[in-house]
């Protein structure tokens, strides 16, 4: 009993698989159902058991939900344990400034986040629609939610698919399913068994839920509803899968974690040291207290938000859209971008590229898209002569009869409609200089036989001076069956399908879908009410016509650009092998040895965590004929490899990987699916605009740094200057009030005027950082340290010269030493400006705005020693300007420090490289 409920389980497991590959009688029996479609009684106690045609809802998080994530930050939480600390000494003050910081912060990240918060729920737009359905042997039409397998769907042009159907009738019958595939071109419908092993995209015998049908009509039979469809497999897959965290979001974790472990040691070592000192308790909390202030960076997570929101507003202006603020950085942090080809690396308009007279005589054709805009010329770019003109003035009145699709020029814009291929003759007609209306007005049209995928041509009967005409164009190999005569200079010879063939292969080779034509008289013609292949007579073959997607022009340049950058490019498609590789080959993706992987070789190599599977994902840098899941397991393995993936997709196939990668870009052109589960947007669908988003992720990566360089130098010296004061036995050197005015006004505006900084030149000329790369790197320690003493140096040395050797008292001494730390930041930030370049080197033009924020942050600062209130808050006063100078003087020691510590790194990295 067990045994047989297995075998049936694999049955129906089978049959879910591959409807494609059933006869349609057992189609039927399966889903116990019949031509004249299903009772409306059984029809709803189906709804009953499979449950409605939709897809669930993700909830949206509330704004309390989305304002407690951007709290639960280890910065945040010793932000928050620190005002607690002045609350309980009774120094409100200090917690008020911090709080506000803390609220500040919070508010901008939560607004970010919510508007971000979307997801998958534009998939259940793709179900809501209307169907026209048989029940009953009645055509009735109802809400698409109510569809269950079993039912028989009818279908027209312009309808969008509402379930998984296998085609039972199709006429004509063509639909857009790019946004499933990534193909191109719309798909042709045919009906019929088809073999099992066959991937989406050639299963022509079924229509897939979301898909919009193009032309003709059909009907198919519900076979998958919901969760069990196609579509629905992908939300099943986007709602199971985890976004991989953004670099920085990762970096900056490790170094919160960092900062915090440093405080509490410090902060335990100098409680334990002040204990043994005698101190009381609440004399121990107030010195850790202002030690705690000195070592957190209060202004970070403020300036780290107005850096990153900077770097998305350059970004906007470079046709790349941010919906969240870690992603701007994370592009710049990719060292692999997975791109889709079609309308990313390519334009997404077919275009005749080549035309080939059956006298091998070769033509090349300027232009792209669908318009008129471009010329032809001969394979030596000659101009074309006028012989070479008559003649394919001839080819291209056969393809402007033989063509159901329009192409217009109104005020200066193209439109067009129809069929992709009928567009794009029509285009080559303009390049010519044939007008399609005045072909059609010239001879008077009297039958059209419509391309059909069973047929691979059209035809059109047209009449011309009392003369009966016929014109073909479609697949070459079938317009040759109707061929005995070729085009040859001025007169017909006999046909030479073999060389023709041969021209017709070699052009497909290079990724060209090549279509023939041919026309002549028919005098015996007879109108139909349906026509066949004997209806054609003899004709004459006029020339082979090859298109293709063409290539971006920017785009070859921009992989090139990412070549420099360390970047790996690999492109990831539901096309056509050959078409992949062609586009690889001219942008530069694919090396000279590589092979094309396809789906079909991935799913013969097993699983991801087959040795096989990786070993193909690391042989190339083209995959076609990809799946879904399988795009979703390419991203896997790279990012298991340590890889920071920044994939690109347009379509709901793309979702589920876009979610899974480090960074997910949709195009703007897209699904909303597509948009609402990506960290950002290309508005334009331009790969070029992808590495503009990368030169961009990477300034602002850059000046994360430099701000975090600032703060935490900054904050270093205060910790050595009271480290030095304790091990001294001096008084504290400032007070916590003096330090939270520092590190959030003075050194606050500094920090966010900072992160205006414009990039440096070079950024893409360097590689990406490692994965593993922590913000404090080598560098990053060496300079921070290295300033970071100088400051507390120089400080301390004016804390001990007044209160020692000149005996002032505390406050006076304090208000001098305040300066001084206020004009040592006021000069580092320029050592900021750049970890490489002298800061002399830097020029001001690129941030005007930190010259002002420093003439700022110094005016203010002098403001408040004049104004009462202030004087009694941060116990300053009034000094003189030879005071001012003298001190002002002394803080210039920091930038020579650091001038000759950039000359001598830079020494040593010369003789190391």
């Known amino acids: 009993m067990q045994e047989q409920k ?372 001969t394979e030596q770019k000659n101009q074309i002569s006028d012989q070479q003109q008559i003649r394919l003035e001839k080819l291209a009145v056969s393809f402007v009869m033989a063509n159901e699709g329009t192409l217009t020029q109104e005020s200066g814009a193209w439109t067009h409609h129809g069929d992709a291929m009928d567009v794009a003759f029509l285009a080559l007609g303009y390049k010519l200089g044939i007008l399609p209306e005045a072909v059609k007005s010239e001879n008077r049209l009297l039958e059209m036989i419509p391309y059909e995928s069973e047929r691979q041509f059209s035809a059109a009967f047209y009449e011309k001076e009392s003369t009966t005409f016929v014109a073909v164009k479609g697949a070459v190999e079938k317009i040759l069956k109707f061929c005995d005569q070729m085009a040859n200079q001025d007169e017909t010879v006999s046909l030479d399908p073999t060389t023709i063939e041969k021209q017709a292969e070699a052009l497909a080779a290079q990724g060209y879908r090549v279509l023939g034509v041919a026309g002549g008289k028919h005098p015996g013609y007879e109108k139909k009410d349906q026509y066949e292949d004997e209806d054609l007579p003899e004709m004459v073959f006029q020339g082979l016509v090859a298109f293709i997607d063409p290539l971006r022009p920017e785009v070859a340049d921009a992989v090139d650009e990412c070549k420099q950058a360390g970047i790996k490019v690999i492109m990831v498609t539901g096309d056509h092998p050959k078409t992949a590789m062609a586009i690889a080959k001219e942008v530069g993706i694919v090396e000279p040895d590589e092979a094309v992987v396809t789906g079909k070789k991935l799913s013969q190599a097993g699983s991801l965590a087959d040795a096989e599977f990786k070993s193909l994902v690391n042989s190339t840098h083209v995959f076609a004929r990809v799946s879904p899941k399988q795009k979703l397991e390419i991203v896997e393995v790279l990012i298991n490899q340590n890889e920071f993936v920044a994939v690109t997709g347009d379509g709901v196939n793309d979702a589920p990987a876009l979610r899974r990668a480090n960074i997910g870009v949709a195009m703007g052109s897209g699904t909303d699916v597509a948009k609402e589960i990506s960290s950002m947007i290309v508005t334009d669908n331009n790969f070029a605009s992808i590495v503009s988003g990368v030169e961009e992720g990477r300034f602002a990566y850059d000046n994360v740094r430099k701000v975090i360089y600032l703060l935490i130098s900054t904050g270093a010296a205060e910790v050595a200057l009271f480290l030095a004061a304790i091990f001294t036995g001096m008084p504290l050197p400032l007070i916590a009030v003096q330090l939270l005015w520092l590190n959030l006004v003075t050194n606050g505006i500094q920090g966010v005027a900072l992160a205006f900084e414009d990039g440096e030149p070079g950024a893409m000329k360097r590689k990406p950082r490692k994965t593993d790369e922590k913000i404090f790197n080598p560098q990053m320690i060496s300079q921070t340290v290295l300033s970071g003493v100088t400051m507390g140096s120089i400080a301390f040395g004016f804390w001990y010269y007044l209160i020692i050797l000149q005996g ?25 400006r750049s970890e490489f370049s002298s800061a002399f080197k830097v020029p001001i033009s690129r941030n005007y705005i930190l010259v002002m924020g420093v003439l700022a942050a110094q005016g203010i600062h002098i403001l408040s020693m004049h104004l009462p209130f202030m004087q009694q808050t941060l116990e300053i006063e009034p000094i003189s300007i030879f005071e001012w100078l003298i001190v002002f003087a002394f803080t210039l020691l920091l930038l020579l420090v650091m001038e000759i510590y950039k000359v001598i790194r830079k020494k040593m990295n010369v003789q190391v490289s």
């Not at 932000?79 to 803390?102: E, N, R, Y």
């Not at 670099?247 to 440093?262: G, N």
């Not at 002032?808 to 900021?832: G, K, P, Q, T």
């Open 6 to 377: 297995k075998k049936q389980s694999q049955t129906e497991n089978f049959i879910r698989k591959n409807w494609h590959a059933l006869e349609e009688k057992v189609v039927f029996e399966a889903l116990e159902s019949n031509p004249a479609g299903l009772e409306p009684g059984e029809a709803a106690s189906r709804q009953s058991a499979y449950g409605k045609n939709a897809l669930p809802m993700k909830k949206l998080p509330s704004i309390w939900t989305i304002l407690l994530h951007q709290i639960k930050n280890p910065l945040i939480f010793i932000l928050i344990a620190a005002a607690i600390l002045s609350l309980a000494l009774g120094d409100a003050k200090d917690a008020i400034f911090i709080l506000i910081v803390i609220i500040l912060n919070s508010v901008l990240g939560a607004y970010q986040e919510y508007n971000a918060e979307k997801s998958a729920a534009s998939l259940q737009n793709l179900l809501k629609i209307k169907a026209n359905l048989r029940r009953g042997g009645k055509e009735v039409e109802i809400d698409s939610e109510e569809l269950v397998p079993g039912d028989i769907v009818l279908l027209a042009s312009g309808d969008k698919v509402p379930a998984d159907l296998r085609l039972l009738e199709a006429k004509n019958l063509a639909s857009d399913e790019s946004f499933l595939t990534g193909e191109s071109i719309e798909a042709s419908k045919k009906v019929g068994r088809l073999s099992e092993n066959m991937g989406i995209a050639e299963r022509t015998n079924m229509a897939y839920a979301g898909a919009v049908i193009t032309s003709g009509r059909g009907t198919g039979i519900v076979v998958e509803t919901g969760t069990n469809t196609e579509v629905g497999q992908i939300a099943e897959q986007l709602s199971e899968s985890e976004s991989a965290s953004p670099p920085l979001v990762t970096r900056m974790e490790k170094f919160t974690k960092q900062i915090s472990v440093v405080v509490l040691l410090i902060s335990v070592f100098l409680a334990v040291l002040l204990r043994l000192q005698g101190l009381d308790f609440a004399a121990i909390f107030f010195v850790v207290l202002a030690l705690a202030v000195s070592a957190i960076p209060e202004g970070l997570p403020v300036a780290l938000t107005v850096a990153l929101s900077i770097a998305a507003s350059k970004m906007a202006k470079r046709n790349v859209i941010v919906r969240k603020l870690p992603a701007v950085e994370s592009l710049g942090s990719c060292t692999v971008i997975a791109t889709d080809k079609t309308g990313t690396l390519t334009v997404n308009q077919q275009t005749a590229r080549q035309v080939f007279l059956p006298d091998g005589q070769g033509f090349h054709i300027s232009g792209q898209g669908y318009n008129g805009e471009g010329s032809l010329k």
């Open 808 to 832: 002032w008292d505390h406050m006076a001494a304090r208000n001098i030493v305040l300066l001084s730390m206020v004009l040592m930041e006021n000069v580092h930030v320029f050592n900021c």
